[in-house]
């Protein structure tokens, strides 16, 4: 290589195969929890086209942004940002559906039945708030760095015209 030429970027598709899991695994975690709520309901399951809609739009933004990173792989500059924007991501969508599952093993017998369902009240408000802001802030993440991505940066090769002073 000599003087001035662009070392090019190595290849980073981390971040595709963690969404692909991820997409995977969350698929997974609400066809479980649709067929527990179908079997403990007799068949009578009061499951909303709402909740199945949202789960499916999960899914599919989690999808479509491997793709996303997928098509930017050489370009990312802050992998910082793309490790916490799946941080931020699979604690909401992995993570705190399992705690749900292991919370009640872990306290049944120290709650009583009368207070079981404030408790369980209480930790589906929290899971709602932590589970949006997580979203968001993963979000914001993976904006910055679709921005930086597509940032052209003035050099030799792609010179701007315009005059630096």
């Known amino acids: ?66 793709i996303v990173y997928w098509r930017i792989r050489k370009k990312i500059h802050k992998r910082s940002w793309v490790w916490l924007h ?10 705190v559906p399992a ?16 207070n079981a369902g404030v408790l369980f009240r209480n930790l589906n408000l929290v899971s709602f708030y932590f589970f949006w802001a997580c979203m968001i802030a993963g979000n914001a993440f993976f904006a ?3 921005i930086k991505s597509f940032h052209i940066q003035p050099g030799p090769d792609n010179d701007t015209g315009l005059v630096d002073i």
């Open 1 to 66: 290589m000599s003087f001035g030429e662009i070392k090019p970027r190595k290849s980073f598709v981390a971040p595709v195969w963690v969404l692909a899991l991820t997409a995977l695994l969350r698929s997974i975690i609400s066809v479980l929890t649709y067929i527990t709520i179908w079997k403990f309901r007799r068949g009578h399951a009061n499951i909303s086209m709402l909740s199945i809609s949202i789960s499916v739009l999960l899914i599919t933004m989690l999808i479509i942004q491997a």
């Open 86 to 95: 799946l941080f931020l991501l699979i604690i909401p969508m992995i993570i």
């Open 99 to 114: 705690m749900f599952i292991i919370i009640p093993l872990l306290i049944a017998g120290y709650v009583g039945s009368g």
């Open 144 to 146: 910055a760095t679709l």
